[in-house]
């Protein structure tokens, strides 16, 4: 079966500080992968998708840019953190087609 | 990708049925309509999803209209665990699933 993990679960990090957050898949090959972003009582907001090695799509022009440097592996990632980077963060894959999205848990990142 | 509408939150009782709709008078023919669920500081969970015709799983039922300009998800009986915020989202198979912000369901007692 297919399993996504997503790292750290929670995070704190100053204002300025790079920021990396990594996503595994396990158990298929080729998934198309996703990153979103919730902030606090809203809604998820899709950042970046990627459908291959090297494939990056981004949604919303921001300070966050996104790597995906083996087939399931996708990063986020951030030079100086902003305040506003604050929220939830979750990576997400799917097969394509009409197969569902499936969500890893999360990292809520506090930005000080 | 069609823009899909839904009531803000909505209560059920323990134990009765959860009937919670969702417009999607945009929609096109090729694009499928999708359940997630999100409990409180967990990633979405998928429900269910179909095209055109009436879906069941272990889960819950999706009803879509004929016109698929609306459908709804049934939760048969539902528990306190059901308590969530339950997205109802359109895809056309264009990679981007765009999740809109959903019904907050309470379950209560």
């Known amino acids: 079966s297919q399993t996504i993990h997503q790292w750290p679960a929670t995070l704190v990090q100053p204002v300025g500080s790079p920021l990396s957050l990594e996503c595994t898949v396990e158990?298929?090959?080729?998934?198309?992968l996703y990153w979103y972003r919730q902030a606090a009582g809203r809604g998820l907001q899709l950042l970046f998708y990627?459908?291959?090695?090297?494939?990056i799509s981004s949604e919303v022009p921001q300070n966050l840019s996104a790597s995906r440097p083996q087939d399931r592996q996708f990063i986020l990632s951030s030079k100086k953190l902003l305040l506003s980077d604050s929220g939830f963060y979750l990576c997400?894959?799917?097969?394509?087609?009409?197969?569902?999205?499936?969500f890893g848990n999360g990292t809520r990142l506090t930005v000080t | 990708d069609a823009k899909t509408t839904q009531p803000p939150s909505m209560d059920c009782a323990e134990g009765r049925a959860a009937n919670l709709p969702c417009n999607h008078s945009?929609?096109?023919?090729?694009?499928?309509v999708y359940w997630y669920r999100q409990i409180h500081s967990q990633g979405p969970q998928y429900i269910i999803h179909?095209?055109?015709n009436n879906e069941t799983n272990e889960m819950a039922s999706l009803i879509i209209t004929e016109d698929r300009k609306s459908s709804t998800l049934i939760l048969p009986h539902a528990t306190l665990r059901d308590t969530a915020v339950y997205y109802c989202?359109?895809?056309?198979?264009?990679?981007?699933?765009?999740f809109g912000t959903g019904t907050r369901l309470k379950v209560l007692a």
């Open positions: 989202i359109v895809y056309s198979g264009t990679y981007k699933y765009i």
């Open positions: 997400a894959w799917s097969k394509g087609g009409d197969s569902p999205l499936h």
């Open positions: 990627s459908v291959g090695i090297g494939q």
């Open positions: 945009t929609i096109s023919g090729n694009e499928y």
């Open positions: 179909g095209l055109k």
């Open positions: 158990g298929t090959s080729n998934p198309n």
